[in-house]
């Protein structure tokens, strides 16, 4: 890409020429120690504590972590295409990111995504708000999630991972919901295929609970029972 | 994504390593390597892919970017007061941003920000959560929008927003919008004016439902025409 290089290297000729010609860093740990740059160039930062604890990365592509649990990175089965942030807690695991990309592939497809969660305790995201598209769907909003009661077993994850794709594999695969994976998604705000609304719903996902207005404008608000069958709408003229 | 367990090892043996013994760094730049601080100061920091496509560049206002397409910088007519971080997609085209900012002017004026929002592909933002203050007006809110299709043209853009303020300006921003290139805002939940408020509009940009909460607690919601016409009310005793 075109980047401004130039402007960089002029701009940062004092931080670059630290960085070309070496820098030596010699102070003890205990001493808090600062170095000045007016533009730094990187692929990874790395956000510790005093003791080396992971706190927050932040990363391209080319050098994204996997899942950092308790300090150990894990590859992650789907996170392959992102740059952006991860939070960790303050055990080194990941409790949160924001992450975003986009390209467009050969055959002219779009996809793309900007993405902000935050996760339970050892498990994954209670929070998400993001916008996404993908072979020609676009969803973006705001959505709250259950998850299990009991952590992630990551080595479960792995082992399944890792498996010849399978029955075996498939099995492995769909025990994890006895792992600590999955959960509900209780609430979502936002856009779907065009449609606007607000969405509640029970601890079995269902949505029970439904205000929306579609891309021509008919609106309603309806009330679900858990088969999925509206019970009551109120719309312009009734109910 | 590719199992990075033996580099993180190997990068925090090199961060304790660089810590307690101090380190050189005198490799070229396409060679991984790990550089320690306890803080690092700087004006601007560029987050790039190991091909040096910019990624993220977090920003105090002074270098922040404009607006980058394709890796090609376009002045930013509206974002000339921010600082914060700005991402980029895997093309090199800004994909969303974190910025904030706040002041008060000689006059006692306050004006102030916080804004984080995530881009459609080539477009602008799909999602945004913000606050502003400006001129003793406040809103804060989480809004989702439809973009275009077609990608944003920035010549045309630039050159519409470079116009003196008048008919003609006008004029060409009324055709931009007959053209279907401008965004609408889609669904929105927030407080304006006072106001607590959510908000579903049809694929016009047209409000049709409407939940709202005045701040004396006057509680309704409206059920509106194509043509803004509140064609149904409901609140506490009727509807």
Same mark, same amino acid.
């Given at each position: 890409?075109?980047?401004?290089?130039?402007?960089?290297?002029?701009?940062?000729?004092?931080?670059?020429?630290?960085?070309?010609?070496?820098?030596?860093?010699?102070?003890?740990?205990?001493?808090?120690?600062?170095? $000045?740059?007016?533009?730094?160039?990187?692929?990874?930062?790395?956000?510790?504590? $005093?003791?080396?604890?992971?706190?927050?990365?932040?990363?391209?592509?080319?050098?994204?972590?996997?899942?950092?649990?308790?300090?150990?990175?894990?590859?992650?089965?789907?996170?392959?295409?992102?740059?952006?942030?991860?939070?960790?807690?303050?055990?080194?695991?990941?409790?949160?990111?924001?992450?975003?990309?986009?390209?467009?592939?050969?055959?002219?497809?779009?996809?793309?995504?900007?993405?902000?969660?935050?996760?339970?305790?050892?498990?994954?995201?209670?929070?998400?708000?993001?916008?996404?598209?993908?072979?020609?769907?676009?969803?973006?909003?705001?959505?709250?999630?259950?998850?299990?009661?009991?952590?992630?077993?990551?080595?479960?994850?792995?082992?399944?991972?890792?498996?010849?794709?399978?029955?075996?594999?498939?099995?492995?695969?769909?025990?994890?919901?006895?792992?600590?994976?999955?959960? $509900?998604?209780?609430?979502?705000?936002?856009?779907?295929?065009?449609?606007?609304?607000?969405?509640?719903?029970?601890?079995?996902?269902?949505?029970?609970?439904?205000?929306?207005?579609?891309?021509?404008?008919?609106?309603?608000?309806?009330?679900?029972?858990?088969?999925?069958?509206?019970?009551?709408?109120?719309?312009?003229?009734?109910? | 994504?590719?199992?990075?367990?033996?580099?993180?090892?190997?990068?925090?043996?090199?961060?304790?390593?660089?810590?307690?013994?101090?380190?050189?760094?005198? /490799?070229?730049?396409?060679?991984?390597?790990?550089?320690?601080?306890?803080?690092?100061?700087?004006?601007?920091?560029?987050?790039?892919?190991?091909?040096?496509?910019?990624?993220?560049?977090?920003?105090?206002?002074?270098?922040?970017?404009?607006?980058?397409?394709?890796?090609?910088?376009?002045?930013?007519? %509206?974002?000339?007061?921010?600082?914060?971080?700005?991402?980029?997609?895997?093309?090199?085209?800004?994909?969303?941003?974190?910025?904030?900012?706040?002041? /008060?002017? /000689?006059?006692?004026?306050?004006?102030?920000?916080?804004?984080?929002?995530?881009?459609?592909?080539?477009?602008?933002?799909?999602?945004?959560?913000?606050?502003?203050?400006?001129?003793?007006?406040?809103?804060?809110?989480?809004?989702?929008?439809?973009?275009?299709?077609?990608?944003?043209?920035?010549?045309?853009?630039?050159?519409?927003?470079?116009?003196?303020?008048?008919?003609? /300006?006008?004029?060409?921003?009324?055709?931009?919008?007959?053209?279907?290139?401008?965004?609408?805002?889609?669904?929105?939940?927030?407080?304006?004016?006072?106001?607590?408020?959510?908000?579903?509009?049809?694929?016009?940009?047209?409000?049709?439902?409407?939940?709202?909460?005045?701040?004396?607690?006057?509680?309704?919601?409206?059920?509106?025409?194509?043509?803004?016409? %509140?064609?149904? %009310?409901?609140?506490?005793?009727?509807?």
């Amino acid at each position: 890409m075109g980047l401004p290089f130039d402007k960089l290297l002029a701009a940062g000729a004092a931080g670059l020429a630290t960085v070309l010609a070496g820098v030596t860093v010699t102070q003890a740990v205990s001493e808090p120690k600062t170095q $000045a740059f007016r533009t730094l160039d990187v692929q990874r930062v790395n956000l510790r504590e $005093a003791n080396g604890t992971l706190r927050l990365v932040m990363a391209g592509k080319s050098s994204f972590p996997g899942i950092i649990w308790k300090g150990k990175d894990y590859p992650h089965p789907s996170r392959n295409n992102a740059a952006g942030w991860i939070f960790l807690n303050d055990e080194g695991t990941e409790n949160g990111g924001m992450i975003w990309g986009a390209h467009k592939g050969p055959d002219g497809k779009v996809s793309g995504f900007g993405h902000l969660s935050f996760d339970q305790y050892e498990n994954d995201q209670v929070l998400s708000l993001e916008q996404g598209e993908e072979d020609g769907h676009r969803a973006a909003g705001l959505t709250i999630m259950d998850r299990p009661d009991r952590s992630m077993d990551v080595a479960a994850l792995m082992a399944a991972m890792a498996m010849k794709d399978g029955p075996e594999k498939q099995k492995a695969m769909a025990s994890l919901s006895e792992a600590g994976f999955g959960g $509900a998604s209780r609430l979502f705000f936002g856009k779907e295929e065009g449609t606007t609304q607000v969405v509640l719903k029970d601890a079995n996902s269902k949505p029970r609970l439904r205000v929306r207005v579609t891309p021509k404008g008919d609106s309603a608000i309806e009330f679900l029972d858990a088969d999925g069958k509206v019970v009551r709408a109120m719309t312009p003229n009734a109910g | 994504m590719k199992i990075r367990t033996s580099r993180l090892l190997l990068a925090y043996s090199a961060v304790v390593m660089t810590a307690v013994a101090g380190v050189s760094v005198t /490799k070229a730049v396409s060679q991984p390597k790990v550089t320690a601080f306890d803080t690092i100061d700087v004006q601007r920091l560029n987050v790039r892919e190991a091909d040096g496509s910019l990624r993220m560049a977090i920003s105090n206002k002074a270098l922040f970017p404009g607006l980058i397409l394709k890796g090609k910088e376009y002045p930013h007519e %509206t974002r000339r007061n921010a600082a914060g971080m700005i991402m980029f997609d895997d093309e090199g085209t800004e994909d969303g941003g974190l910025i904030f900012g706040g002041l /008060k002017d /000689k006059d006692g004026k306050v004006s102030s920000f916080g804004h984080l929002s995530f881009d459609q592909y080539m477009q602008d933002q799909v999602v945004n959560l913000e606050h502003w203050e400006e001129d003793g007006k406040r809103a804060a809110g989480l809004y989702i929008n439809d973009m275009p299709d077609a990608p944003m043209d920035m010549e045309r853009f630039s050159r519409i927003g470079a116009m003196k303020d008048g008919p003609e /300006k006008q004029a060409e921003i009324a055709k931009l919008k007959a053209e279907k290139l401008i965004g609408q805002r889609r669904i929105s939940i927030a407080k304006e004016a006072g106001t607590a408020l959510l908000v579903l509009r049809d694929a016009d940009g047209k409000a049709r439902l409407v939940m709202k909460v005045a701040p004396e607690g006057a509680a309704s919601i409206d059920f509106m025409d194509a043509d803004g016409k %509140t064609v149904r %009310t409901v609140t506490p005793a009727a509807g």
